[in-house]
T-cell receptor, first 114, second 111 residues
């Protein structure tokens, strides 16, 4: 059973607000990820991290930023939310190195910007 | 880099078998995965297969791998309405060691 948590699960917020989506895992995984998921299902990797103080941009350009100060915590921040940021955001984690390294996902945050 | 393709929709009757297909491009992918996503939830790891295997069975799930054709399939026996979900195929690709996901296959099970 994967232990990865995301809060809030749902968020409705007005344009221009600053928001932080929280993601925490208790598995001691080094690698963490943020995905944005279209209504049409496709997953887009927007950020990932190899460990503490590591952040990398993913395949899809995003106006969001991330930080990794602690192994277990990987928050995502939008400085000024816009309607185009409305989406489902999924956080994941995995071990890093040789081997299976499958990703475990949190339940997601559904963000709506009005 | 790695590319993973899968058909977008599949509809079956309850009790039938479902077969979801996936193709990938990077022959060096060592592990291939199937994930399930139910409405409003994150992705749940269903099963995986190592690239030196042809088949893996886990209760109602059977994964078949044709490494020559770079083709992966997930068979669900005796499909139930609770199997209605989106199924994602994933493979490792690129120097960053990240998973590359297909676009997902939406499985609808009719009673």
């Amino acid at each position: 059973e994967a232990d990865i948590y995301q809060t809030p699960r749902y968020l409705v917020i007005g344009t221009g607000k600053k928001i932080t989506l929280e993601c925490s895992q208790t598995m001691g995984h080094d690698k963490m990820y943020w995905y944005q998921q279209d209504p049409g299902m496709e997953l887009h990797l927007i950020h990932y991290s190899y460990g503490v103080n590591s952040t990398e941009k993913g395949d899809l350009s995003s106006e969001s930023t991330v930080s990794r100060i602690r192994t277990e915590h990987f928050p995502l921040t939008l400085e000024s939310a816009r309607p185009s940021h409305t989406s489902q955001y999924l956080c994941a984690s995995s071990e890093y190195g040789q081997g299976r390294n499958e990703q475990y996902f949190g339940p997601g945050t559904r963000l709506t910007v009005t | 880099g790695e590319d993973v393709e899968q058909s977008l929709f599949l509809s079956v009757r309850e009790g039938d078998s479902s077969v979801i297909n996936c193709t990938y491009t990077d022959s060096s992918s060592t592990y291939l995965y199937w994930y399930k996503q139910e409405p409003g939830a994150g992705l749940q790891l269903l099963t995986y297969i190592f690239s030196n295997m042809d088949m893996k069975q886990d209760q109602r799930l059977t994964v078949l791998l044709n490494k020559k054709d770079k083709h992966l399939s997930l068979r669900i026996a005796d499909t139930q309405t609770g199997d209605s979900a989106i199924y994602f195929c994933a493979a490792y690709g690129g120097s960053q060691g990240n998973l590359i996901f297909g676009k997902g296959t939406k499985l609808s099970v009719k009673p």
